[in-house]
Nanobody, 120 residues
Framework: QVQLVESGGGLVQPGGSLRLSCAASGTIFIVGDMGWYRQAPGKERELVAAITSSGSTNYAESEKGRFTISRDNAKNTVYLQMNSLKPEDTAIYYC??????????????WGEGTLVTVSS
C-alpha cells in the first residue's frame, strides 16, 4: 500500500508564506508526476501546480510567480512554497502522485489534505 502524507498547512496573514510538504511511502517502485491541488469551500478541486519526475513544472495561471513546486526524488517528497498569500488562496490543499508499485501496477494516489487559511 501507498500513503501520501501532507504537512505544513496552517493559518497565515495575507502576504505571508507557507511551505507544504507531501511524502509518499509504501510499496513504491517509481514515483512519477506529482502535484498539488486545492479545493475551496463550495468550489471544485483545481490544479495548483505539478512537477514531473525530471523536474518539469506546470502552474495554474493565478499561481505563477507566487508559488513554487519542487521535489526530492530520493525522499519521494514534493513541496509547494507559497508566497504572497491571498485570502482567496484559502482551501484544503491535496497532494497527488502517479506511482508505479513494486508489482509494476500503476496508480494515482491522493493525500488526505492540509488546510491553508489566509486571514488577518
Amino acid at each position: 500500500q501507498v500513503q501520501l502524507v501532507e504537512s505544513g498547512g496552517g493559518l497565515v496573514q495575507p502576504g505571508g508564506s507557507l511551505r507544504l510538504s507531501c511524502a509518499a511511502s509504501g510499496t513504491i517502485f517509481i514515483v512519477g508526476d506529482m502535484g498539488w491541488y486545492r479545493q475551496a469551500p463550495g468550489k471544485e478541486r483545481e490544479l495548483v501546480a505539478a512537477i514531473t519526475s525530471s523536474g518539469s513544472t506546470n502552474y495554474a495561471e493565478s499561481e505563477k510567480g507566487r508559488f513554487t513546486i519542487s521535489r526530492d526524488n530520493a525522499k519521494n517528497t514534493v513541496y509547494l512554497q507559497m508566497n504572497s498569500l491571498k485570502p482567496e488562496d484559502t482551501a484544503i490543499y491535496y497532494c497527488n502522485a502517479d506511482i508505479i508499485l513494486i508489482n509494476r501496477v500503476r496508480r494515482g494516489y491522493w493525500g488526505e489534505g492540509t488546510l491553508v487559511t489566509v486571514s488577518s
